[in-house]
């Protein structure tokens, strides 16, 4: 698959490195072609780099992780993000004291109004980048989730796919806007690693467990306020 990264800090640099080792094709870009190219001598085979530009016309699913901007201010022109896979895998900024007000509209919704001719889906917002350093193995072994929201059905399958491919284990979440819990769930992780001091390699792993062989406790009743 041809994989394009707009924005090649930490998050994009890391991941377009997994996926080029699994065999997929990876345009890394940025502002300056200088940077992009420059991560072609990290990532080696399978990749090219140069500008965003570059990057959005190459791949056929793009990484975008650059926080809150409208890709206009980003892209020559979003044309080119027409029909698209573009996953977003950003959070907001931190507040002070880690005080949060309710999401009303995620990065991703806004996003999606931004370029509605793309297939915009949330993933890959809920781990540190330093937890990468562990795909595929022994990633793979520890079950770590990467939740996937977006309205197209088909763009989720790919996204998920490809989180598997380097190590992850995929939840469907749905439509795009479950993308606030999503959004929620990162800014709650952010605060194991940084505000606990849990550090970097703090995550979620979602098992379903089997269910238990009696109610010996009397089961789920209805409740009743009061």
Known sequence: MKIGIIGSGNMGRSLGILWAEQGHEVFFGARAAEKGQAIVAIAGENTQ?????????FGDVLLYTIRGVDPAEVLTSTDVLAGKILIDCNNQEIPEGFAYLPITQSLAEKLAGEVPQAKVVKAFNTMAQELFELAPEPLKSHSVSVFVA????????????????????PL???ELRRARLIEGL??????LI???????????SV??????QEQRLGGRQASKLG
């Open 150 to 169: 977006g309205d197209d059905e088909s763009a989720r399958q790919t996204v998920m796919q490809l989180a598997q491919d380097i190590g992850f284990n």
């Open 49 to 57: 780099g140069g500008t965003n530009d570059q990057a959005a016309a």
């Open 194 to 204: 940084i505000g606990q001091q849990m550090g970097s390699y703090a995550t979620i």
């Open 186 to 191: 990162g800014d709650f992780i952010r605060l």
């Open 207 to 212: 098992h379903s467990l089997p269910p238990a």
């Open 172 to 174: 469907d979440c749905g």
